[in-house]
Every structure is written in C-alpha cells, then in structure tokens.
C-alpha cells in the first residue's frame, strides 16, 4: 500500500528497515516482545520524502489516532549512525490543554512541558534564535508568557494552537533537515547513500510527570568501554525525554547503591520488568541494547530501544558472550567485530574522557598511544631506555640509523614522510605508535627544542603524549586504557583462524617480532627483512669494512667476521617459530645506507678503519644516488657484490641445521628483493644451490629450502612467467610496487597526498588502501602469469598492505595463497579473512 | 652430393654461400662473368668440420688435379665480417719444386717463395714460434737452410715434401682454428650463429713472380671514406699476396701519376682489363668491389673480389650511386644503410687515420666529436663562448641549471652518469658530443684541474677532444670529419620519407631544435618540454619568486610576468614548424630543480627576494626530495600549483592565435607529463578548457587544440582506457617509463649497468635498447586498453627509445601512429621505418 501515509507499528504491521528506518522497524520487534511501547505510528522514507516536497501530510488523521493529544516525533533512517533531525516531544500542547494539565498535575508541570514544546517548536520549526527560548530555571507563569510572547512578536503570529498543524510543522521541518545539503554530506561521510531515506515515527507521549510515582530514564545492562555485564543508566523522578542525563536532586541510582536512593528499591516490580525487558533483548533481538523508559504513575512505558554504542573491546567481549551463550553463532559474532576495530585492543589508547591537549595534527602512521620525555637523537632514546625513563623520538625524518632508537623509544614523531615512511613502516612493526608529516613543526637541534606552528615550544625531557590511531601529539601525559588481549579476544581469534581459507603470516624481523608473531599465531613469517641485523653497532663496523675493501677476498674476510651473528639471528627466528616456515629477504638496502651521513661520522669512521677521511667522504659520495628507491639495492647487489648473499645463504643453511638438531623441521625460504629481470633469479639461484651443496656436504646432513622472489618492480609482475621458472614462490611487495606502478615515492608523498585524496584524484592512499585497478592489475598479471607456468607457485602478498581488509579480499579472489603483515596486524588480517569465507557462504 | 669433399668451381656448379661460403660464390660469379680466375676448389662447411675432427680429406686427389703443383688456400665464411684463419699460400713447395723453380725463375725468386710457405706452414699448422721463422731482408740459400734447419730443430722432423700432406696439415689447421673457442667468441660477439660454418677454397697458384711482366696487386673503384668514384690500390711487380701493399721501389701507381711509373702505362691492355671488370663487378655484382689479382706474364688473373669495407658516408653514396645509375632500386638503396650508422654522416668524426691519445674510456653518450678547451662551469662555458673559444664542458654531472653553460659548449663530459642521464639525454637533444659515466676521472675545482685514472692531470683551458661515437676522451685536438649531409644523404632520405608508413617527429625543445627538426624533414614537434624555457636568469627569478610566493594570487602575478615570454617561445615555434603539429607538454620538473643549490646561490636569492637566508634554506630544504624522480612534479604539480598549467595554456593559445593570424594552421598538442590516474586528466583539463573558453572570447577568435596523455608511469599504461576517455593522444615517454618499470633511476644504473649487461642479465641496457619484453608489454597493453574506448586515439613514443630502429620495429607492430625522437634521430628513424616496411613486402 505505498500510497498510505502511515502504519500503525503493530507485530504484524508492514514494517521494514529499508522503507521505516530501523527505529520503526526495532519498536516493531519490542511490540512483538509483548514491551508496553506506546501506540507508534510510522511514517515511510517515501512520505517524508514527499512532505518534504509539500504534499498532503494527513497529520488530522494521525493526532485524532491519539487519545491523549500528545505526541512525539523522532527520526528512523535505515542505519542509526548516519543521524537525522533532533526528537521532538509534547505536540499538542497549547492553551487548552496546559489548562487542563494544570489543573490535573499542577501548574509547574503544565508549564514545564508547554515550555520545553514552544522552545522545540520555535527552535526546529520555526527556526527562531535559540537564545531568546533558554529554558528558565524555573517553569514559571511568566516565563511561559515571555515564551509566547517572544514568539509572536519573531514571527508575527500567535504560537500554533492546532495539534494537526503543529505535526505538520514538525513532520515538514524534520523532512526537510533531512535533505538539506550539510546533513547530506555527513551521512555520506558515514557511507550513506546519496538518496538514503529518512522514517519517522509518531508516538504517543507516556508523560514522566504527574501523578503517582513517574519519571523517566535510560537502562543498559554492559559496560560500553569494556563490554561486561553491569546495569547501567539514569532514571529521574517527574522528567521527561533525556532529562535524567542531566544531574540533579531528583535523580536515582537504578541498582542498589550506597551513596543514595535507587530505582531498585523504589519500584522493585518495575526494576524487574526492565531486567526481563533487558535480556528479552540480548536473547531475542540477539544484541546488548540500551532502553529509553517512561514510568506514568508506576506504570512502565518502553519508548525507544537502540543498540548500545561500544568501544571496540567491549564489542569484542559482547559478540563473544553472545555466543558463548548460545544466543549467537560464532560466525556472527565473527561478523559484527569490524577488523580494523581490532588495533584498539591490541595497544595502549589514550582514555576516550580525558582532556586533549592536541598541539599538532598530522598523519596517523602506526596505532596506539604512548607518553614520554622528548628526546631528539637515537643515542639520547638509548640513553633514556638505560634510565628506565620513557621517551619519545622526535625527528625530522628516520633513517635505518634510527632503528636502535626507535627500538628504546615508546613512540615516534616525524616531521617529514607519509604512512609509508620508514618512521612508519618500521613503528608498525614494532607495533610503536608513530606520527608522521608533522609539517608545521620545526626542530631546532642547537636548542635541542621543537616548536609546533601554534608558536608553542617543547624542550628535550619535556612530557608529550603521541596518538598514533588519530595522528596527534598531544602535551604532557594522558590517562591509558591498557591493551585488552583477554580471553574473548582470543576465543574470537580462535573461531577466525577456523574459518579463515587464507594463510596469514607476520612480517618480522627480530626475535621479539618472531615472538609476536607466534603470539597472534601467524602461520609463519611471510618477510624478514634481514637489513635490520646489520645496524648493530658490531655488525655495522664489519658491513662498512666490507664495503671500503677492494677485492673480492676481503670483502668475503669481512663478511666471515658477520657469519656466525646472522647464524645466531637466524637460528633464533628458527627456534621461535617451531617448525612454522621463514621467509627471509636477503639483504636489500643501498649500501650507502650503511656509511654515516654526517662529517663527524665519517671522520669517526676513516679513524676506525685507518683511512684518509677523504677516501671515506670520495667513497661516500660515489654511492650516493640521486633515486636511491630506484638504484643499486636488493638483488643488484646481490650480483654485482655476491659475496654477501653467500653468506647470508650459508648463514641460513647452518642455522637450519642447527634447528633441526633441536627437532625443529625447518624448511627455510630465501627471498630475493628487487628482481626484475628473470636472469637475476637464476644467478643468485645457481650460487645459492652451491652454497647449500657445500654446506650439505661439510655438514654431512641435508635438508630443503625454498627460494622465491619478491615482486616489487612493475616488470617482475608482468615476466612472472620466466621468473616462476626458477621460483618456489612469489611475494608481492606492495609498497615498493606501489612506488613504481604510481611513480610515487612514499617519502616524498605526504607533500600532496591528502591534497590527492581530497580532490578525488585517488580515491585513497594508495600506500594505505591497495589499488586493485593499477597495482592490482599487477597482482593478477603475475599470479596469472606465474601460475600458468607453474600451477603450485606459492603466491602471497607481504607489503604494508598486507594486513587490510581490501587487500584480503583481493588477494583471496586472485587465488593468493597468504597474505603477511606486521604481527599487530594478523588479528585484523584474520577476521577481515574470516568474515569474508563467512560473507561468501 | 653431400658425400663429395670438394668442388671445382664453375659457372654451373653447386656452390651456395650457406654451404660453401661468401669467397666461393663470389668466385664462381666472377667465373660466370667470364673473369680469368685460376682454377679452384671449394670445399664445404660439411667437409670442412669433418676434417676438424680429422676425417679423411682427398688431398691427394685435389693436389692431382692441379697442374702447377702449387696452390693457396682461403677462408670462405657465410659472412666475411665474420673473419677466418689467414690464408696460406705456395702450398706444393718442396726442395725438389725449389729446384726447379730456381732454374726457370732464379734462386732469389725460387727462395723467397720456399721461404713464405715455410713461415705460414711452421707458424699455421706446426704451430711454432713466429720469431724464429721471420721472413729475412734477402731470401739468400744461407736464410732457405736456416729455416728449414729450425723446423726441423722444433719438431724433430723434416720439413714435409710431400705436397699432399702439406695441404693436408693447412687444411686441418685451418679447419681447428675456426672451431676454437677464441674464434667462435669473435665471430659471435659479430653476430655469427654458433655453428657458423666455414668453407675453404684451394686454387691454383697464379705466380705474380717468374718471367715477363709479372706481379701482384688490388685495385677498387671508388673511395672508401667518400665514396666518391676514384681508382685506387696498388701493384707490385714480382710479387704475390698482399705485397703490395707494403711499400717498395717496386710499387707502381695504378693510374697514372707524376709522381712515378704506374700500371697504366705498364700494361695498358692488363689496366683496360681490370677496369672492364670493375664496371662489370659494379653493373652485374651490383656491388662496389676490390679485385685481387696476379699477372704472370703480362697475363691477367682475378684471384679474389671482396665488397669495399667503406665508412657510412661512402655506403650512403655508393648506394644512392647505383639506384641512381639503374642498376639497384631505390629500396635496395634504403635496405643498404645501417640506420644508425646514420649518425656518422651527421656530426663531425675524429679522423679514422689520426693518433688517438685517450685518457679516458667511458660510456659513448651522444655521437660526434669535438674538441676544445676545458670548462669546468656553465659560467665559464658561457664566458668562453663570448670569446668566440670552442669549450668542453667537464662536470661531475649536469643539473638543469647547466643547460646554459651545454648550450655554450662544443662537447661534454661528465663523471657521473649513463646513456640516459641528464647529461646524456640535453647532449643527444642539442646533437652535442657527450661522453658520461668517466668515472676514473676526479675534478679538483679549487685548482681546477682535472686527474684522469692514469694520473694525468689536465687544467681548465687545456685542449681536449670528445669522442661521444666512441666514449673516448683525448688529450689535445685531433683531425676531424665534416659532417656529410649532402645530396645523396638528402636523396636517400627523400625515399626513405616516400616509403616510411609510421610517423617520425622530432623531440624539440627550442627554435634552434626545431629548425634542426625542420630541416631533417620531421614531421612535427612530438615532444616539446617546457621547462628549459624557465632557467635563463630573467624568468628564473620570476619561477623563484613564484614558489616563494604565499597566495595563488601573489603566484598568479609573478606568473603573469613569464606569460609574454611563454606565448613569444611558442609562437616562434609554431612559425618555424609552418602548421606541422607542435606537441607541448607542460611543466615537468620538481620546483625544488628552480631553487639554487648551494649555500652561495640561496645567501643571492635571499638578498635578491629580501627574504632573510633561513627563510629560502628552509624552502630548499622542504622542497627536497628523497626520490625526485618519483616526487612532487608533472601533473601533480599541476594539480598542487594549478596557476602554473593555467599560464602555460594561456600562453601557448594565446600564441595559437598570433600563428594564425600569420597564416599558419596550428592546432597546438597540450601534454600533461607523469599522469598516473584518470582523475588528474579530468581536473586538467577542465581547467584548460576555461582557459582555451576564456581566450577565445578574450580574443573573439576560434581554435582547436588537442589535450593527450605522456605514459611515463605503469599505472597510465595500465588504466589507459580510463585515461582514453579524456585523452586525444597517448604518448609514452618510454625513459620514465623504462625506469619505474624497472624500479631503475637512469641516473643511478651506470654503477652496474655494464656488469648487467657483461652477465647477460639484461640482454642491453634498456634506456639504450627498448625493453619489448617488459616495458614492451606496457606500450601493447596501454595501446590495446586505449583503442578499445577510443579507436582513434592517436598513439607514439617521445622517449629516448623513439629513434631506436628495434623500438620503430615494435610501435609500427603495436599499431602506433608515429615515433618522435631527438632530430639528429630523425634520419635514422625514418630510414629504420623504411627499412620495415621494404623488409615486410
């Protein structure tokens, strides 16, 4: 019947999300929990739409529907979050019957709903000037009096006295908020539609006031912030609407409470409703919901009921508890968690109540938050880490020199650089909350201070507090709420991983990544990046002796020298995963990264190797390249420096050995970076075979490994089919293929980036959200490719993307084998994978 | 007959060059030709190799076949440039012949040919040490029993009489060298197949010494650097071989000479003879050929032909000589030129007879040579340019702000560097020698001076020369070449432009470019990049002045500033290409390429903008890039900073109009660089049309232009049919495109591109050689993606690639509308495209 312009919400009345809006749609169901709702009627998106458009509104019929001549209207869209007009009550009131009402429940009250009715209406209908219709502290004849009077003399009419055309009044104003351009936009903000709908829904008022013991007030039965079961809510004697929200002499606890009086005792058999209505809810609506209440003279009204808003832990504990009890499946439980509402439990968060004192807005480059002293050098971190005293790292931009630092450090704060810096890529893995693209800071290391653009300077040792889920720093230190890895979380971890068809794996390059990884049961690690192991101040005078010897035979000296450390590292990452598999990535940086940047630094060095310092600066200098993402790094090295992929294989092959001594079955995989040509592949391959039958034959025992390449140039993806010839396996480095396929440097992309997405020029980030048309493209050329060459190829992903829900989804429709990501982010990769086997079926 | 060993050759005999070799064939020609050549032998590829592996070899049935008993032996391969043993000669010389011989000819003459076989035989085939059979001053009795007496010390054996078993050992060795290792690496490194074979020719000796008139000679037809018509050779009298050719009392001139006695008057009829066969070589080998020839007795004999070895000035005129004269067609003319070797003719070459004194041997960036004296700054290139002095400007590497100081130079030489670096790519464009990658090289520019690898020191003003064919540096001046753009280049090319069915434009980025381009007949602009046009000093300033600026307002007037001087640039351009099409595309480079990089330049910078010094320290700083190639520039620019394209649109319309108005029909090509999604094309060109609306009614005059696309990046290849739908033209600048591809900065591949291509890991460094596998398959993708929305989308390439004869091959194949190459390519592309479409009838 779409021509009629209201339902009556009964049980069995035609009601539906999608054309009521879920607030009509949730009275339904109550209706059919036998709930005392009010009589409710609902008015379609179609009619709204159309009485926003001025046609016939019938509200005649609708106020006549009411004995009591007193209604409320609220909004019902199809989806709570994306908003809708303000609620408005007691229409109907005017002279007669606050006459009325005055004589049956005292003047006060009379005029305290009359007055709250003109303030709505000449607020929200009438559009007047909120300030000349303050609700009075006392509800006054006079100040009645003013109320109307005001609104004659704004409007230059008496204040409307016809009930019918007061709704319509309501009806037409809240359509046409509706529509208006700024409301739209915030819908669509919140991934609403262009012509999503809005409901309403007419209820007869059940007045809080009067006779006999009334009020009203709001009950749920969990902690929103941590999802346990507890009774929360406020409930108010004589008030109406949110009324009890507000403090004040009146107001009850609900349970039994020492500091006061409480709802419990007041009304017990109207206490034990609202429990039984509670849990009606949880187990016939499925969900925890918070109820809006009337009580008429001891009488209780149900008038609203919504889903309860949750932080991502408490809704983790609900969906969990739900279906533990038998309420829910574990599958739906599975899909009411967003995935990327997982990081929250998985760090620090600053107390959602607390104050912010937000000195600076930037980029958020890796979840969660910390509190420190400022230190603006990796030696001054180390420094506070051996004082036990926490810190944060402020730079301008970090460099593989800063790995130690950020290791001492609780957080990082960068002026330069994009989500994918390193300072970012590197905080994310080490699960350390990091900001980046601070542009309006300035650091002034002469002073050791930093000035933010609003004029205000911070010093070394000064207390900052770093969000790195919303991209701030903050002065001074904040209250935490601690990560929330509890038994739900890893019930809900659990039923994911018995889902999930795809492999997840973590990228992890240390022992304590490693331990990470296993925490979070990743299937294996998907990357080590083995670059990281030679920044140790030991190593690192070996890697730069290597790097300044001439011939052949002393660069392999040097490097004997690094050989039982990276067998000691591997060997670790062996025992740590058990028998898991290990990816490692030969090495893969410039060698310059290896050189100190500063003068000072490079004085330092040619003392240490017993060099003129102009050697050292002239060798500097010749490594220096203009596109260093673009040069003589990963595989490049590995051919034109062999030695050092010899003996990380070596390396590898003995700490295998070793690992399997231990009973550990370890079948290693060895990566091979930057490859774009297949010839680079069978090279490396023939003296990484020799290196592996020497090791075979001086240890007398055998084992496999694996050897793969990591796709990160545009050409590798499109000759995947000859590289696949040499290949166990693929792994597509999505950053670096990001880089090549945009022509786009992470570093140097924070300039313009959030300039690109809101212009629409990229719908997202790229570094952030894959880019299935371009990058992608490639992803499916190469699995495609590969795979037609060799049908068993082990295809995976292991960039930064690796653990976004697009990047699942894309990468399982391609027929991916794993995707790996940083180890914070396997829980988020899991579910995302679980929902989606869960969402196919 | 596959089983017989050997074939007398006559006009009816089966020889083929692919089972006998070049020399056969070419000796039965001159046979069917009725030329008096001695009777020969052939002996095939087939018999040759099964005498390598010492099968056995008829000798004595052949040495029964000749009367004279005396024979000589020589190489017949497929392809002559593919070299062979040296040939032998006298084979049949023993004592008792020597006996003979010394009755009839006399001792001397008897003795000095004993001598020579014995030398060829004991260092050919018994392989012994040539020091001790040197040929003696005087063939006297005492040096004869010398050298028989040292065989026989050296091997323990007579000297072999039996002349059976001589030819027998000649062929063997002959057969083994070219089976060699050292050999087959030579002939491939030539472009042999590895079982190139080699055929043998044995023939009748004609003595040139004996009674009578007698002697040897070579004579040829036209001049082998010109190839202008002129008799030139040699002739000996008594004597064999290439004797000739060294000097000797008893030389004669060919014709006649003041200077001495000479064939002509000799022997008239012999001389007459040789000229007639000649001509006969020309008109019915259709070839200009050398003859060898032996007179024995005032008897002529033909003993050999070779094509003329000739530069590429000579091939070109030769060629154009016989098309012109009938006897080739004109594509046979076309099919005759190596494309590349083109680019001799158009520069000036270092004598090929001169001393060569390199100091330094580096990669060969731009072809030509030039010598001048040496400058080490754009300021100093500038100043010697003013003085009228030929300057060589040496650098560590070229920046743009050195385009000035390239301009002021005859040649250049960088330290830094590859094919396609920035040196390299402004070298090829102005058509100036430019030799990159010296890496043995250091400046020392405190005392300007220059120190080579071998420790030779060169200071700023020394005279030196730049071999940019050869990659050569040379102390001092050396003797050049003209360049030969004469009428047989110009006719060649006229028929190659007749024949050509792709389009070739010229990359040209000033008037001087485009009159180059004009006048090598290209047919277009395919490339114009704008951002040259900003670095001379006045609009400099202007460019610094617009990024200081604050406000879109204050940019848009310093902008305003450089509009007059764009629109006179693009005017100037349009009338010199007098309505052929001018392809712009819009400002490229990163802003921070505008800002001066040294402390001295921004103190200048600051005073000249009163700014304070910090504040342009601060702006350099925030403008620097990690990754340049992959920053803040093209589109993205135009997208951040939109006054600039707006400018340049006004400029180059405004320019349209002026054109028109002097009669020239100009439909100006907008092309927006570095385009990676189909967005940023929508947002520019929306722009761009209000511009083009704003001016035509500014003006109240109509025009047309036409907005494309440059495909640097992967992604634009990928999403070329979103990007068809906004795009005119597709243009894939194939260096960007070669390097993202690759993940390979052109300017950082020179430190190991050599040693790539030395291990085959790419087949050639594909900035030089386009990449048909990889990049490749990104031109065929994008073209079949944009063709698809758009049929008649026009595509071509702008790279450097776009002269590549091997990347004409591929576009032509890909369905591309034309290739736009630097001018001096202009030629060889065009000759290149003929060259295909003769080669595919």
Same mark, same amino acid.
């Given at each position: 019947?779409?021509?009629?312009?209201?339902?009556?919400?009964?049980?069995?009345?035609?009601?539906?999300?999608?054309?009521?809006?879920?607030?009509?749609?949730?009275?339904?169901?109550?209706?059919?929990?036998?709930?005392?709702?009010?009589?409710?009627?609902?008015?379609?998106?179609?009619?709204?739409?159309?009485?926003?458009?001025?046609?016939?509104?019938?509200?005649?019929?609708?106020?006549?529907?009411?004995?009591?001549?007193?209604?409320?209207?609220?909004?019902?869209?199809? @989806?709570? =979050?994306?908003?809708?007009?303000?609620?408005?009550?007691?229409?109907?009131?005017? @002279?007669?019957?606050?006459?009325?009402?005055?004589?049956?429940?005292?003047?006060?009250?009379?005029?305290?709903?009359?007055?709250?009715? +003109?303030?709505?209406?000449?607020?929200?209908?009438?559009?007047?000037?909120?300030?000349?219709?303050?609700?009075?502290?006392?509800?006054?004849?006079?100040?009645?009096?003013?109320?109307?009077?005001?609104?004659?003399?704004?409007?230059?009419?008496? #204040?409307?006295?016809?009930?019918?055309?007061?709704?319509?009044?309501?009806?037409?104003?809240?359509?046409?908020?509706?529509?208006?351009?700024?409301?739209?936009?915030?819908?669509?903000?919140?991934?609403?539609? &262009?012509?999503?709908?809005?409901?309403?829904?007419?209820?007869?008022?059940?007045?809080?006031?009067?006779?006999?013991?009334?009020?009203?007030?709001?009950?749920?039965?969990? =902690?929103?912030?941590?999802?346990?079961?507890?009774?929360?809510?406020?409930?108010?004697?004589?008030?109406?609407?949110?009324?009890?929200?507000?403090?004040?002499?009146?107001?009850?606890?609900?349970?039994?409470?020492?500091?006061?009086?409480?709802?419990?005792?007041?009304?017990?058999?109207?206490?034990?409703?609202?429990?039984?209505?509670?849990?009606?809810?949880?187990?016939?609506?499925?969900?925890?919901?918070?109820?809006?209440?009337?009580?008429?003279?001891?009488?209780?009204?149900?008038?609203?009921?919504?889903?309860?808003?949750?932080?991502?832990?408490?809704?983790?504990?609900?969906?969990?508890?739900?279906?533990?009890?038998?309420?829910?499946?574990?599958?739906?439980?599975?899909?009411?968690?967003?995935?990327?509402?997982?990081?929250?439990?998985?760090?620090?968060?600053?107390?959602?109540?607390?104050?912010?004192?937000?000195?600076?807005?930037?980029?958020?480059?890796?979840? !969660?938050?910390?509190?420190?002293?400022?230190?603006?050098?990796?030696?001054?971190?180390?420094?506070?880490?051996?004082?036990?005293?926490?810190?944060?790292?402020?730079?301008?931009?970090?460099?593989?020199? =800063?790995?130690?630092?950020?290791?001492?450090?609780?957080?990082?704060?960068?002026?330069?650089?994009?989500?994918?810096?390193?300072?970012?890529?590197?905080?994310?893995?080490?699960?350390?909350? $990091?900001?980046?693209?601070?542009?309006?800071?300035?650091?002034?290391?002469?002073?050791?201070?930093?000035?933010?653009?609003?004029?205000?300077?911070?010093?070394?040792?000064?207390?900052?507090?770093?969000?790195?889920?919303?991209?701030?720093?903050?002065?001074?230190?904040?209250?935490?709420?601690?990560?929330?890895?509890?038994?739900?979380?890893?019930?809900?971890?659990?039923?994911?991983?018995?889902? $999930? =068809?795809?492999?997840?794996?973590?990228?992890?390059?240390?022992?304590?990544?490693?331990?990470?990884?296993?925490?979070?049961?990743?299937?294996? +690690?998907?990357?080590?990046?083995?670059?990281?192991?030679?920044?140790?101040?030991?190593?690192?005078?070996?890697?730069?002796?290597?790097?300044?010897?001439?011939?052949?035979?002393?660069?392999?000296?040097?490097?004997?020298?690094?050989?039982?450390?990276?067998?000691?590292?591997? #060997?670790?990452?062996?025992? %740590?995963?058990?028998?898991?598999? &290990?990816?490692?990535?030969?090495?893969?940086?410039?060698?310059?990264?290896?050189?100190?940047?500063?003068?000072? *630094?490079?004085?330092?060095?040619?003392?240490?190797?017993?060099?003129?310092?102009?050697?050292?600066?002239?060798?500097? @200098?010749?490594?220096?390249?203009?596109?260093?993402?673009?040069?003589?790094? *990963?595989?490049?090295?590995?051919?034109? &420096?062999?030695?050092?992929?010899?003996?990380?294989?070596?390396?590898?092959?003995?700490?295998?050995?070793?690992?399997?001594?231990?009973?550990?079955?370890?079948?290693?995989?060895?990566?091979?970076?930057?490859?774009?040509?297949?010839?680079?592949?069978?090279?490396?391959?023939?003296?990484?075979?020799?290196?592996?039958?020497?090791?075979?034959?001086?240890?007398?025992?055998?084992?496999?490994?694996?050897?793969?390449?990591?796709?990160?140039?545009?050409?590798?993806?499109?000759?995947?089919?000859?590289?696949?010839?040499?290949?166990?396996?693929?792994?597509?480095?999505?950053?670096?293929?990001?880089?090549?396929?945009?022509?786009?440097?992470?570093?140097?992309?924070?300039?313009?980036?959030?300039?690109?997405?809101?212009?629409?020029?990229?719908?997202?980030?790229? #570094?952030?959200?894959?880019?299935?048309? !371009?990058?992608?493209?490639?992803?499916?050329?190469?699995?495609?490719? !590969?795979?037609?060459?060799?049908?068993?190829?082990?295809?995976?992903?292991? *960039?930064?993307?690796?653990?976004?829900?697009?990047? %699942?989804?894309?990468?399982?429709?391609? *027929?991916?084998?794993?995707?790996?990501?940083?180890?914070?982010?396997?829980?988020?990769?899991?579910?995302?994978?679980?929902?989606? &086997?869960?969402?196919?079926?």
């Amino acid at each position: 019947m779409p021509n009629q312009t209201f339902t009556q919400i009964t049980p069995s009345a035609q009601i539906a999300t999608n054309t009521h809006g879920g607030r009509a749609k949730c009275l339904q169901r109550l209706l059919r929990l036998k709930m005392p709702v009010p009589k409710t009627l609902a008015i379609s998106f179609e009619t709204v739409h159309a009485i926003a458009a001025r046609e016939p509104d019938h509200t005649d019929q609708m106020m006549a529907s009411f004995a009591s001549g007193l209604v409320s209207v609220r909004p019902s869209s199809e @989806d709570p =979050d994306w908003g809708g007009p303000s609620s408005i009550l007691n229409i109907g009131m005017n @002279d007669l019957r606050h006459r009325n009402m005055a004589k049956d429940l005292g003047e006060e009250t009379a005029n305290a709903i009359y007055l709250r009715f +003109i303030q709505a209406y000449a607020v929200h209908v009438a559009r007047l000037d909120p300030d000349m219709f303050e609700l009075p502290a006392k509800p006054t004849n006079e100040a009645l009096k003013s109320a109307l009077h005001n609104y004659t003399d704004e409007t230059d009419q008496q #204040f409307p006295q016809d009930p019918a055309h007061q709704l319509s009044g309501v009806l037409r104003s809240m359509a046409r908020a509706w529509e208006g351009t700024s409301a739209r936009l915030l819908r669509q903000a919140k991934g609403a539609p &262009v012509d999503a709908g809005l409901g309403l829904i007419v209820q007869e008022m059940a007045l809080g006031v009067g006779k006999g013991k009334s009020g009203s007030g709001v009950i749920h039965f969990v =902690d929103a912030a941590t999802g346990q079961q507890k009774i929360i809510g406020r409930y108010r004697c004589q008030s109406q609407g949110r009324d009890a929200l507000h403090e004040g002499h009146d107001v009850l606890f609900l349970c039994k409470d020492k500091r006061g009086a409480c709802l419990q005792d007041a009304l017990p058999d109207v206490f034990a409703e609202l429990l039984n209505f509670g849990d009606l809810c949880r187990t016939r609506l499925r969900e925890e919901m918070q109820l809006e209440f009337a009580i008429s003279n001891k009488t209780l009204h149900i008038l609203d009921a919504v889903r309860i808003a949750r932080r991502s832990r408490a809704a983790v504990r609900i969906a969990v508890a739900l279906a533990n009890d038998k309420i829910i499946t574990r599958n739906e439980a599975l899909m009411r968690i967003e995935p990327r509402a997982l990081s929250e439990l998985l760090h620090h968060q600053i107390d959602p109540d607390g104050e912010r004192d937000v000195f600076q807005q930037a980029i958020a480059a890796s979840p !969660g938050a910390a509190s420190g002293k400022i230190v603006f050098s990796s030696n001054a971190a180390q420094a506070s880490a051996a004082r036990d005293e926490p810190c944060i790292l402020v730079r301008n931009e970090t460099t593989p020199e =800063d790995v130690r630092g950020m290791h001492a450090s609780v957080g990082v704060l960068t002026i330069r650089g994009g989500v994918s810096s390193h300072a970012a890529v590197i905080a994310r893995g080490l699960g350390l909350p $990091c900001v980046v693209g601070a542009m309006d800071m300035v650091i002034d290391r002469r002073k050791n201070s930093l000035t933010a653009g609003n004029g205000r300077v911070f010093k070394e040792g000064d207390v900052i507090t770093i969000d790195g889920t919303l991209g701030q720093a903050l002065a001074g230190a904040t209250n935490m709420l601690e990560p929330a890895l509890d038994g739900s979380f890893a019930a809900l971890m659990d039923w994911a991983a018995e889902v $999930c =068809d795809i492999g997840v794996r973590a990228n992890a390059d240390t022992p304590n990544d490693a331990r990470l990884a296993r925490k979070f049961n990743a299937q294996g +690690i998907g990357l080590c990046r083995t670059e990281h192991m030679f920044f140790e101040q030991d190593r690192l005078t070996v890697m730069r002796e290597m790097i300044f010897s001439d011939s052949a035979k002393d660069r392999m000296e040097a490097l004997q020298q690094l050989l039982p450390m990276q067998r000691a590292d591997f #060997f670790e990452l062996f025992e %740590i995963m058990q028998g898991k598999p &290990v990816c490692i990535r030969l090495l893969d940086p410039p060698l310059h990264e290896f050189l100190p940047s500063t003068r000072e *630094g490079q004085r330092e060095l040619a003392e240490a190797l017993d060099l003129p310092v102009s050697d050292v600066i002239r060798r500097v @200098d010749a490594l220096r390249e203009y596109n260093p993402m673009l040069g003589m790094r *990963g595989v490049r090295l590995g051919i034109t &420096v062999p030695e050092i992929y010899d003996m990380q294989a070596r390396a590898i092959f003995e700490a295998t050995i070793l690992a399997r001594g231990k009973g550990n079955t370890v079948v290693p995989e060895i990566m091979l970076p930057l490859i774009s040509a297949s010839r680079e592949v069978e090279l490396i391959k023939s003296r990484v075979d020799a290196v592996a039958a020497a090791v075979r034959v001086e240890q007398g025992q055998d084992f496999d490994y694996r050897l793969g390449v990591m796709v990160e140039t545009p050409r590798a993806a499109l000759r995947a089919g000859d590289i696949a010839q040499n290949a166990a396996f693929l792994s597509f480095g999505t950053n670096d293929l990001t880089q090549m396929t945009y022509g786009l440097s992470r570093d140097d992309a924070g300039r313009f980036m959030s300039n690109y997405v809101q212009l629409g020029v990229y719908p997202e980030d790229p #570094f952030h959200m894959l880019d299935t048309e !371009g990058v992608g493209d490639l992803l499916s050329i190469g699995a495609q490719r !590969g795979r037609a060459v060799q049908p068993d190829l082990v295809l995976s992903i292991c *960039g930064e993307h690796g653990g976004n829900p697009e990047s %699942i989804e894309f990468c399982r429709n391609a *027929g991916y084998d794993y995707v790996s990501c940083s180890p914070f982010r396997v829980p988020v990769a899991r579910l995302a994978a679980a929902q989606l &086997v869960i969402a196919g079926k």
